[in-house]
């Protein structure tokens, strides 16, 4: 069965920082490019970064870029997003996805993703 299951979430005042995790199994991690995606209320899902497993090549949103870090342990098929300097806007529910093989050039579109998680929320208090 395959699982992706995301962690870290909570509630963190602005300017603070937050980890999340994604956890695979279920299917070949390192067949798969893995990707963070967020939605808030009345939005649509957005794409926050993502990074690849055969080359490495990461990806981010222009909001995101300098403040938040993917990385990946293959060896425990998981995926991080550090994510530094938060604003009330980063406020969503965030989703990792997976993606079978590899990110080209820049974020892909959700609709391309194969896998989703259930998502953790993400709360930036002003």
């Known amino acids: 069965e395959v699982q992706l299951v995301e962690s870290g979430g909570g509630l963190v005042q602005a300017g603070g920082s937050l980890r999340l995790s994604c956890a695979a199994s279920?299917?070949?991690?390192?067949?798969?490019?893995i990707g963070w995606f967020r939605q808030a209320p009345g939005k649509e899902r957005e794409g926050v970064s993502s990074?690849?497993?055969?080359?490495?090549?990461?990806f981010y949103g222009d909001s995101m870029k300098g403040r938040f870090t993917i990385s990946r342990d293959s060896g425990k098929n998981i995926v991080y997003l550090q994510m530094n300097d938060l604003k009330p806007e980063d406020t969503a529910v965030y989703y990792c996805?997976?993606?079978?093989?590899?990110?080209?050039?820049?974020?892909?579109?959700?609709?391309?993703?194969?896998?989703w998680g259930q998502g953790t929320q993400v709360t930036v208090s002003s």
């Open positions: 996805a997976a993606l079978r093989g590899t990110v080209g050039a820049g974020l892909v579109h959700r609709d391309d993703y194969e896998y």
């Open positions: 279920g299917f070949t991690f390192n067949e798969y490019a």
């Open positions: 990074i690849n497993s055969v080359d490495g090549k990461t």
